[in-house]
């Protein structure tokens, strides 16, 4: 089946680290996928890990894929308010087609 | 590179109205995706073309959406006639076949059905 699962809220202080779950499904999944959208804008693709890699860093962020638990995480380092969007977990599937979770709402508390 | 563009904006119409959504892909990008994002939610994917292609359009209520991709490049989502659950966020995305599939979104088009 396809299905991607994370929480819905996260709240943070400024400064401090953020770390998003994704579950997802599919084990034949390819690469797995962290976009960010901002109040009335579209999707922005932050970073993606492709699935035979455990981690990936990029400057602030750090992806940790466990594949054996099909368990995704997106690590913020030093989270700042402009970090404060919803960040969607995605897996693509066959064909390159791209199935998305609900979305986790950052929150930055000063 | 100028992005995914998409219009218009905005759209109110009354429910059993018909509506149509206008998206231009990066240039060159084969494939072009519309997905559909009510309040609250995570994107659900309507339609995926390959060029001029389909390559899924399960998640597509073929009753009333349609949507096409002549000579591989712009498209239209259509809906005949519309009702108060197809209030959402219409999002356009397109993704080049090189490497892994990357997808750029447009703005998107809000539409409230009333």
């Known amino acids: 089946g396809e299905d991607v699962e994370q929480s819905l809220f996260l709240s943070v202080r400024e400064g401090d680290s953020s770390v998003i779950n994704c579950t997802y499904t599919?084990?034949?999944?390819?690469?797995l996928y962290w976009y960010k959208q901002e109040p009335g804008a579209g999707l922005q693709l932050l970073t993606y890990i492709f699935s035979n890699m455990d981690m990936k860093q990029d400057q602030r962020l750090t992806v940790l894929l466990n594949k054996k638990d099909k368990h995704l995480s997106l690590r913020i380092a030093d989270t700042q308010t402009g970090d404060s969007a919803i960040y969607f977990c995605?897996?693509?599937?066959?064909?390159?087609?791209?199935?998305f979770g609900k979305g986790t709402r950052l929150h930055i508390l000063p | 590179e100028a992005g995914v563009a998409q219009s218009p904006r905005y759209k109110i119409i009354e429910k059993r109205q018909s509506v149509a959504f206008w998206c231009n892909p990066i240039s060159g990008h084969a494939t072009l995706y519309w997905y559909q994002q009510i309040l609250g939610q995570g994107p659900k994917l309507l339609i995926q073309?390959?060029?001029?292609?389909?390559?899924?359009d399960s998640q597509l209520p073929k009753d009333r959406f349609s949507a096409e991709r002549l000579k591989g490049v712009d498209s239209t989502l259509k809906i005949q006639p519309a009702k108060l659950e197809d209030s959402a966020v219409y999002l356009c995305?397109?993704?080049?076949?090189?490497?892994?599939?990357?997808?750029?979104f447009g703005s998107g088009t809000q539409l409230s059905v009333l």
């Open positions: 073309f390959q060029n001029n292609g389909v390559v899924d």
């Open positions: 995605a897996e693509s599937m066959r064909d390159d087609k791209i199935i």
């Open positions: 995305a397109s993704s080049s076949r090189q490497g892994p599939p990357k997808l750029f």
């Open positions: 599919d084990s034949s999944s390819t690469y």
